[in-house]
């Protein structure tokens, strides 16, 4: 595969002065070379970590849901 097919467009995002300040502090020591390269690794595991609890919020587990369809076999509304 070429380097074209695995290109990335890229946006930029502003953000206040002092908090990139913070920032390069705080990515210090991790092999980070950049803020934008470490800002998007914290909001890679964010956006994981939300999508992870929207998955666990599900209304019934699997199991619940065949339970529930199994009930309303035995109740006669579903074939």
Do not use: W
């Not at 990335?8 to 980070?32: H, N, W």
């Not at 939300?50 to 076999?73: C, D, G, N, Y």
């Amino acid at each position: 595969m070429s380097n074209e097919e695995h290109k990335v467009d890229y946006t930029t995002v502003s953000i206040p002065k002092p908090l990139a300040e913070k920032i390069k502090e705080r990515m210090k020591g991790t092999g980070f070379s950049s803020v934008s390269s470490y800002v998007t690794y914290v909001l890679r595991q964010v956006i994981s970590s939300i999508e992870e609890e929207e998955r666990e919020k599900q209304a019934f587990s699997k199991e619940e849901e065949e339970q529930v369809k199994q009930r309303l076999r035995d109740l006669g509304y579903l074939d």
